[in-house]
């Protein structure tokens, strides 16, 4: 296995009489190195998680180590390795988690295996999730008393819990869409914003509904214009930071909205985006859509995964099997 030296440890130490200690790294480490650097920031917390547990089940140090132990080994070997982890997984965790556990494996084991670090890939196939969800979110009675909560107060905090608010919900956005915004991705004069949607390597356009806009605009009016994160963090005193807004951050901010304007279910910023998809897919039949809107204001890549959201209850197959019965009943009686 190839070694590669680190320059700057090459160099002599002032005197010029001893050469400095020489940091030696194998190739899989800098693989490892190279695609944990190269992850978008939620890909990589995803994937440091699921490399940092088969690390520890492995007994070696993060993502290096699994780079070094995986790239040692042979196809058969690797495999029983990985089928011995997943299977000393908790019998807990649900198919999904488990999967979420190889992701981070299976995408540095790729790429070892493309830059010929590696000729096995993995054979483990991933574990079958069943695909129904609760995609109703908190309901729109609830956001709607979350908005009326923000309402009573004009501070700093509410203009800018209100504009994103209006994003989760008139926008769809998800948290990571709100907090990586700049205030230049705004045009006052076309209502747009630059939205750095998931999946996607460039920012889309999203034009803003009169109301989110006007909620936009009243929290910049605070906020001011200078450059840098749109949203930033607002300390206990009200005093407004320089510093971004995290997701996490958000994420706080909606639970404790949602507590204080009477929710006993626990509101997320997911449930939020829910909530308004559930919705835009009724409004959609209304008004003679189709799928292809709802799907570009959900942004989902795949029209199947709406199928979650376009009949949540099951009302609209509860009535077609109605009237299947109702038919045959017709037919059984020679009507």
């Not at 699921?50 to 070696?60: I, Q, Y």
Request: net charge positive.
């Amino acid at each position: 296995m190839k070694t590669i030296k680190n320059d700057e440890n090459c160099q002599k130490n002032m005197e010029g009489t001893e050469p400095a200690p020489v940091a030696i790294r194998t190739e899989p480490e800098v693989l490892a190195e190279s695609f944990i650097g190269n992850l978008k920031p939620t890909t990589r917390v995803a994937y440091e998680h699921s490399l940092k547990k088969f690390a520890e089940w492995l007994g070696v140090e993060g993502a290096k180590g699994v780079a070094v132990k995986l790239c040692a080994m042979k196809s058969g070997e690797a495999n029983l390795t990985l089928l011995r982890y997943t299977n000393s997984l908790p019998a807990t965790l649900s198919p999904s988690a488990v999967n979420q556990r190889l992701q981070g494996i299976r995408s540095m084991v790729k790429l070892a295996r493309m830059v010929g670090f590696i000729t096995w890939e993995i054979q483990i196939p991933s574990r079958r999730v069943e695909p129904f969800r609760d995609t109703r979110g908190p309901g729109e009675e609830a956001v709607a008393k979350m908005f009326e909560t923000l309402a009573k107060s004009d501070s700093p905090k509410a203009r800018r819990d209100q504009a994103i608010l209006r994003l989760l919900f008139d926008l769809g956005l998800r948290r990571e869409s709100i907090v990586s915004l700049d205030l230049h991705h705004w045009s006052d004069e076309s209502r747009t914003l630059q939205v750095m949607l998931k999946g996607h390597s460039q920012r889309m356009p999203k034009r803003l509904p009169p109301v989110t806009a006007d909620a936009l605009k009243r929290w910049i009016e605070v906020r001011g214009t200078q450059d840098g994160a749109l949203f930033v963090r607002i300390d206990r005193r009200g005093s407004l930071r320089p510093d971004r807004l995290s997701g996490d951050g958000i994420h706080d901010m909606i639970t404790k909205l949602g507590t204080a304007s009477g929710i006993e279910r626990r509101v997320r910023p997911h449930g939020i985006r829910h909530t308004a998809i559930t919705k835009a897919s009724r409004l959609m039949n209304t008004a003679n859509l189709w799928l292809p809107a709802l799907q570009a204001f959900s942004n989902h890549r795949s029209p199947a995964i709406l199928g979650r959201y376009i009949d949540p209850d099951n009302e609209a197959a509860y009535r077609l099997r109605l009237l299947l019965r109702l038919d045959a009943a017709i037919v059984s009686l020679g009507l």
